[in-house]
């Protein structure tokens, strides 16, 4: 979760609209959350407004720019985490959010990508120094950009991703321990996040040691990553060869709902 996002506000009146918070940086200090600064003054709520409209990303370093209609996003294969991005927002006079505070939902920008292994057999099974490298060149940095229909009810946002730079570099994994007569995979550690609707070229490879012996393997990648989902790639160690056994595709990473600002985030709150 990140501690820190920019967001744009607006309101109408009367058919007119108006700017009120021009792309501030909001960020948690103690224990809330805080937009004052020199350059950042409070703003009040205009009990003439029709209506708000609210849209942010996170974290700063990451949007580039942000307006009413339009949120550009920087995103780059990371192993850190995902940039974000609020669902739209907006708040009408007379209904129980005017005038108080706001609760903006992040979704998640990049897709993430994760391994796990099956062996089940009588021993422990040590893998180790993983790899998965594509055939061809993906993408790796790339410009997320958010429009803004505020005439929809509720408002939506469309995204589209512009590739900027390419890469053939092998995602590192961290080992992993299957335990004996262990059916279910076991995942490395490892997430990694990448940029989201990559033309993935059909061949990769898996490389890796099992027990001290070097294994390596070309698979089938099918899979085009979505914005915000989770790919999972499941290889089998029963036979000589690994192979690929079948890929979990999820629609989110984790359910965040019940973390507070401030809290700390562990696996124990992800519901993998």
């Known amino acids: 979760m990140c501690d820190n996002f920019k967001v744009n506000t607006s309101l109408e009146m009367k058919g007119t609209r108006m700017s009120v918070m021009d792309g501030y940086e909001v960020?948690?200090?103690?224990?809330e959350w805080s937009y004052v600064t020199e350059t950042q003054h409070i703003v009040y709520w205009n009990g003439n407004a029709d209506r708000y409209l609210f849209n942010a990303g996170a974290p700063i370093d990451s949007v580039t720019s942000i307006s009413t209609s339009e949120m550009?996003?920087?995103l780059e294969n990371n192993t850190r985490g995902s940039v974000l991005a609020s669902t739209p927002l907006e708040v009408k006079n007379g209904t129980a959010e005017f005038g108080n505070a706001v609760g903006l939902r992040f979704n998640y920008v990049h897709s993430r990508i994760r391994v796990g292994f099956i062996k089940n057999v009588a021993n422990e099974t040590?893998?180790?120094?993983?790899?998965?490298?594509?055939?061809?060149?993906?993408?790796?940095?790339?410009?997320?950009?958010y429009t803004?229909?505020?005439?929809?009810?509720?408002?939506t946002a469309s995204a589209s991703v512009n590739v900027t730079a390419t890469s053939s570099a092998a995602f590192n994994y961290k080992g992993v321990t299957i335990p004996a007569n262990t059916e279910t995979a076991v995942l490395s550690p490892t997430r990694y996040y990448c940029v989201p609707v990559a033309n993935n070229p059909s061949n990769w490879t898996i490389s890796f040691t099992c027990d001290g012996e070097a294994k390596s393997a070309s698979f089938i990648n099918d899979k085009a990553w979505e914005i915000g989902k989770e790919y999972i790639y499941i290889f089998s160690l029963k036979d000589i060869t690994p192979k690929?056994?079948?890929?979990?595709?999820?629609?989110t990473y984790f359910d965040c709902n019940d973390i507070l600002p401030g809290d700390v985030l562990s696996d124990a709150d992800m519901t993998e």
């Open 27 to 31: 960020k948690f200090k103690a224990d």
């Open 72 to 74: 550009k996003l920087y």
């Open 126 to 145: 040590t893998i180790s120094d993983f790899t998965l490298t594509p055939a061809n060149e993906i993408a790796s940095k790339a410009n997320a950009t």
């Open 148 to 155: 803004y229909d505020w005439t929809a009810t509720p408002p």
């Open 244 to 251: 690929l056994v079948y890929v979990l595709s999820k629609d």
